[in-house]
C-alpha cells in the first residue's frame, strides 16, 4: 500500500522542508510516502461565497486528477471525525490488511477548504480538531501522525 499526501499550494519555508524531510526519513523504515502538491488557485482576496466555491472545485479537479479510481481518500476537514493516535493507526491497518494493496490518500486542501467534489470522493473525513491550521504545518501534523501510527502498528515505543 502506498500512502500519499495530496495538498493544495507549494511548501516556501525552509523550517516545514526540512520537519517534512525527517519524517520521510523514518518513514523508509515502515512505508514509502509519496507528497504531491497541486497548485492553488489564484483568487483575490475578498471572494463571494459562489467564488470560494468556484476556486475550491477548481482546486477540487486537479486534485481528483492525481487519485486512482480504487484509492482510499481519506479528506482532512474540521467537521470530520477526530480519533486518537492509537484509532488513527487502527484506520491505517485495517486499510492495509483490507485496501487489497490499494493507495491511501490523505487529502489537505487549501486556505479554503475543500470543494464539494472532493467530499464527494471522501471515503473517510478525518478531523484533527476545531482549530484551523496552516496548511504547511498540517503536512507536517500529518506526516508526524503517520509515522506514530506506523510505530504503533510495529509495537514499537512512541511518546504517549
Known amino acids: 500500500m502506498l500512502i500519499k499526501i495530496i495538498c493544495v499550494g507549494k511548501i516556501k519555508e525552509k523550517f516545514y522542508k526540512e520537519a517534512l524531510a525527517e519524517y520521510e526519513k523514518r518513514m523508509t523504515s515502515y512505508n514509502k510516502v509519496e507528497i504531491i502538491e497541486v497548485a492553488d488557485e489564484k483568487a483575490p482576496e475578498t471572494l ?3 467564488e470560494i466555491d468556484q476556486v475550491k472545485n477548481a482546486e ?9 479510481d480504487d484509492s482510499f481518500v481519506v479528506t482532512l476537514e474540521i467537521a470530520g471525525k477526530a480519533l486518537d493516535s492509537i484509532k488513527f493507526a487502527r484506520l491505517i491497518q485495517d486499510e492495509m490488511l483490507d485496501g487489497f494493496g490499494r493507495d491511501m490518500v490523505f487529502v489537505i486542501g487549501g486556505s479554503n477548504g475543500l470543494g464539494e467534489n472532493i467530499l464527494k470522493r471522501s471515503n473517510y473525513r478525518l478531523s484533527f480538531g476545531k482549530m484551523t491550521y496552516p496548511h504547511q504545518l498540517m503536512r507536517v501534523i500529518l506526516m508526524e501522525q503517520i509515522y506514530r501510527a506506523y510505530r504503533i502498528i510495529n509495537k514499537e515505543p512512541y511518546h504517549k
Do not use: D, F, M, Y
Request: charged share 50%.
Open 48 to 50: 463571494s461565497e459562489k
Open 60 to 68: 477540487g479537479e486537479r486534485i481528483l486528477s492525481k487519485i486512482k
